[in-house]
């Protein structure tokens, strides 16, 4: 499935944005959707994600308390409400998709096999 995210951009410390990522002409049926990160220079990282039924969504550590991932199914839609944004949130985020992942992978890159491109978010100090 091709993804398409959007709704990256500067920010100042504190602030707040809201990433979407949608497919066009397609659905999400079944995929459990996540956000990845990767900042110039290091590793692609995980964010957060969501299963299919909404249920229990995961999120990195650093993330926890300040995002919020979220999925409207009718909409084939993913979204990511970014909070208190810091300097070392600044990276590409890129949203991904898979239909057969298992809960011990989420947060694994190479479990997923659809990636969309990425939607820069810069946070100034």
């Known amino acids: 499935v091709q993804l398409q995210a959007s709704g990256g951009g500067l920010v100042q410390a504190g602030g707040s944005l809201r990433l979407s990522c949608a497919a066009p002409?397609?659905?999400?049926?079944?995929?459990?959707l996540a956000w990845f990160r990767q900042a110039t220079g290091k590793e692609r990282e995980f964010v957060a994600a969501?299963?299919?039924?909404?249920?229990?969504?995961f999120y990195a550590d650093s993330v926890k308390g300040r995002f919020t991932i979220s999925r409207d199914n009718a909409k084939s839609t993913l979204y990511l409400q970014m909070n208190s944004l810091q300097p070392e949130d600044t990276a590409e985020y890129y949203c991904?998709?898979?239909?057969?992942?298992?809960?011990?992978?989420?947060?694994?890159?190479?479990?997923?096999?659809?990636w969309g491109q990425g939607t820069q978010v810069t946070v100034s100090s």
């Open positions: 991904t998709a898979s239909r057969t992942i298992i809960t011990s992978t989420v947060r694994v890159p190479s479990s997923y096999a659809s």
């Open positions: 002409g397609r659905t999400f049926s079944g995929y459990t």
């Open positions: 969501i299963k299919w039924a909404n249920s229990n969504p």
